[in-house]
């Protein structure tokens, strides 16, 4: 039975929250308890909560929560996750203890401590429509995470007018950094055929290395583009080359590379994947490519001075813009609305001993306050 999460009423108690959230193991893909906690906490505070578990292995299945209340003309939107990467060795990631003023485990950041601070936030609310978008998959493929919600909202003609998602974008202090944007991802596999044989005899075989070894020099050597005013310069990283010979007199009669490109939105792709592979062509390759996400940019503007705002009200900071780090669930929900990332530190996440400062939940539950009533408040005429 999940512990007590509303203190002193029905809006919930964002530090109590959280630690239940933490004690709910939920490497990714998350299923189960951890969003039992989460709709316990919800629907006191009026939530319809709509959980459903889709996909199958080995990338699923997958549970997810699409929560919403009210029906006012406006609608905002949180999006977050409540899996989170492995622990790590060297520490009991799912204790939720306090020390000297942090909370510790794994997710206290990222993100279970800004979910339940919006929670928190939601239940101080009683205007507009609210929606909550928490899948148990973002840390791993998102085959069957935030895509499978996005469905599930056109399903229901749910359409959001603006989205927030919690990750952890501050840096150095909560409230330093808003993101606007995101580059995109692809992966590219290329194999190389050759033909087997002795070496002592390279006229009857095909050494396909050569070749792969030419064509990834080539690849090396591209430059993408020099950057933007809002995304630094797309880059392309060789992530694994492969052989898989263990003879040491045989050529081998195949061998392969991964390549990583983070790109910005002077680049689609599909069109780096057909790039790649029209050079891999003329080296006598193949190319597979996945692309898990496209560039975004929610360009400054109302949205982003309104999250600056909150921020500025409750911290006395003003947040820098911006649009580094890696890839997020953003890149999905940017489809249906204007989105931007918010949320806590990011110095612990993914690390041994992660942790949130008290501190910090009760700011950014302050600041998720004064956000949720201005994205909701009437449009002036």
């Not at 590219?188 to 070894?213: K, S, T």
Request: hydrophobic content about 45%; proline content about 6%; glycine content about 10%.
């Amino acid at each position: 039975m999940p512990p007590p999460l509303h203190v002193g009423g029905c809006v919930p108690d964002v530090v109590e929250l959280t630690k239940a959230l933490i004690a709910a193991e939920s490497v990714t893909p998350a299923r189960g308890r951890v969003f039992d906690v989460l709709e316990a906490a919800l629907l006191p505070i009026g939530f319809a909560v709509d959980r459903f578990v889709v996909g199958e292995a080995p990338d699923g299945p997958v549970e997810n929560l699409l929560a919403v209340r009210g029906d006012g003309p406006r609608h905002f939107a949180f999006a977050g996750h409540v899996d989170v990467v492995p622990a790590g060795e060297g520490w009991w990631p799912w204790s939720a203890e306090i020390r000297d003023g942090l909370l510790y485990g794994r997710g206290a950041v990222d993100m279970k401590g800004a979910v339940a601070a919006f929670v928190a936030a939601a239940g101080r609310s009683n205007s507009g429509t609210l929606s909550l978008i928490i899948t148990g998959d973002e840390e791993g493929p998102a085959t069957y995470g935030t895509r499978a919600l996005t469905d599930r909202m056109a399903a229901r003609g749910l359409a959001p007018d603006l989205c927030l998602v919690g990750e952890p974008t501050s840096t150095e202090k909560l409230g330093d950094m808003i993101k606007i944007g995101r580059r995109g991802s692809v992966n590219i596999w290329i194999e190389v055929a050759g033909r087997q044989g002795h070496v002592a005899y390279p006229h009857l075989a095909d050494n396909p290395i050569p070749r792969l070894v030419a064509l990834l020099a080539a690849i090396e050597a591209i430059v993408l583009d020099d950057g933007t005013d809002w995304f630094q310069p797309s880059n392309i990283e060789i992530t694994d080359i492969a052989v898989g010979n263990p003879a040491a007199n045989v050529i081998p009669a195949k061998a392969s590379a991964r390549i990583s490109i983070r790109f910005n939105d002077l680049h689609s792709g599909d069109a780096l994947v057909a790039r790649i592979g029209a050079l891999a062509a003329a080296h006598g390759a193949t190319v597979t490519g996945r692309v898990s996400g496209e560039a975004f940019l929610t360009a400054p503007g109302a949205f982003s001075a309104l999250v600056a705002d909150a921020i500025d009200h409750v911290t006395g900071l003003t947040p820098t813009l911006s649009t580094t780090g890696g890839t997020s669930d953003a890149r999905f929900l940017s489809k249906l609305c204007p989105v931007v990332e918010f949320g806590l530190l990011n110095a612990t996440m993914h690390k041994v001993d992660e942790a949130v400062a008290i501190a910090d939940l009760h700011a950014l539950t302050d600041i998720y306050t004064k956000i949720i009533a201005d994205a909701l408040a009437p449009a002036q005429a």
